[in-house]
């Protein structure tokens, strides 16, 4: 298999940091796998590291049992022109999609692949699905565009066989969405909290405590106005930490407001001392037995915070749409364009 490595040896002196990172270089090394596809990939999920999945464009699902040295490409029968934008999996045979274009929006397979059953149908006009979430085994929450003046927002008990709409939302504001560039606009924690971030004439949080039955609504001062403005991703490493990204998609280099914290589980977000770069995409809670930051990706870059948000460093200009690490590892993979996915390692110095 032919395997092109991207290092980058990034020198960074941490201002201000948590455990062992303190006055640490960390670099960042990039190693691209072959996929042989072309599809646009903005759906991940790692389940171990050896089980890789992922989704896009083209009816496209991906699967490596291997940790992305081989990749078992699958392509949904009847959904050539889906996009899925949103992807979860339990194993290497059990996952779930969700895409932008209905009605048949939700498919689960139990084979790796081979067969998909439709788990969501639904014909109501304007339905795009953004970004489906799963707290544990089988409380799920998927969420697409605003209809009617409210965020459609559907909640599962069992795993996706059943899926509900939620009524208990907060009104939207008009020209207000949600972002599917990284299956990452919904967070949902095993104890019940949920957030939902939101952008366009808005960039919003909306907060649940109960497993998404019930939510409030906070502002954020994250820039907003335009379609292509607004929060895009929305990570949390504990019911009250959290971190939020994004910007303007096509003025990458815009980069006022792009980020903001909390400590309060959402319920206010502050500014940080120092943004990301630039727009970013993609952002998550990485994490050892030791270790606990967050890392933030876009289609220009990518950039660390080790003290929870309050400061960004630049790490490299590499770029990709999604990132997931691979649990309880300073590792993980990134994927993006052109069915691009790489290996990602976080190297302490």
């Not at 509900?164 to 949600?178: H, I, K, Q, T």
């Not at 006022?256 to 914290?261: C, F, L, P, V």
Request: proline letters at 3%.
């Amino acid at each position: 298999m032919k395997v092109l490595v991207y290092l980058f040896f990034v020198s960074i002196i941490i201002l201000q940091s948590c455990g062992n990172f303190k006055n640490r270089k960390i670099d960042i090394k990039f190693t691209e796998l072959q996929t042989n596809t072309d599809a646009s990939l903005r759906g991940l999920f790692v389940v171990d590291e050896n089980v890789v999945w992922a989704s896009g464009s083209k009816g496209t699902v991906l699967v490596s049992a291997d940790g992305g040295e081989s990749w078992k490409v699958n392509h949904i029968s009847g959904a050539a022109e889906n996009d899925f934008r949103s992807i979860y999996a339990w194993d290497k045979n059990r996952a779930m999609v969700f895409g932008v274009a209905g009605p048949a929006f939700g498919y689960a397979t139990e084979d790796g692949g081979e067969t998909w059953e439709v788990i969501f149908r639904d014909s109501t006009k304007g339905l795009f699905f953004n970004s489906l979430k799963f707290a544990d085994e089988k409380n799920g929450l998927a969420v697409s565009d605003p209809v009617d003046k409210k965020i459609f927002l559907i909640r599962t008990e069992n795993g996706g066989k059943s899926w509900e709409r939620v009524d208990d939302l907060p009104d939207a504001v008009d020209g207000e969405a949600n972002f599917a560039a990284s299956n990452t606009c919904i967070e949902f924690l095993p104890s019940g909290s949920a957030w939902i971030a939101t952008g366009g004439k808005a960039a919003r949080v909306l907060y649940s405590s109960d497993f998404g039955e019930t939510w409030k609504v906070t502002e954020t001062p994250i820039v907003s106005g335009k379609s292509s403005s607004g929060i895009f991703s929305i990570s949390f490493k504990n019911d009250n930490e959290g971190v939020i990204v994004g910007g303007i998609y096509d003025q990458p280099e815009y980069s006022n407001n792009i980020a903001a914290y909390t400590i309060d589980g959402g319920k206010t977000w502050i500014s940080p001392e120092t943004m990301p770069k630039e727009y970013r995409s993609c952002v998550q809670s990485v994490s050892n037995k030791r270790e606990i930051f967050f890392f933030s990706i876009g289609k220009t870059g990518n950039d660390l915070s080790v003290d929870g948000g309050k400061n960004w460093k630049f790490l490299s200009e590499t770029g990709f749409y999604t990132f997931r690490n691979i649990p309880g590892e300073l590792k993980g993979f990134a994927a993006g364009a052109n069915g691009k996915i790489s290996k990602v390692e976080f190297i302490k110095k």
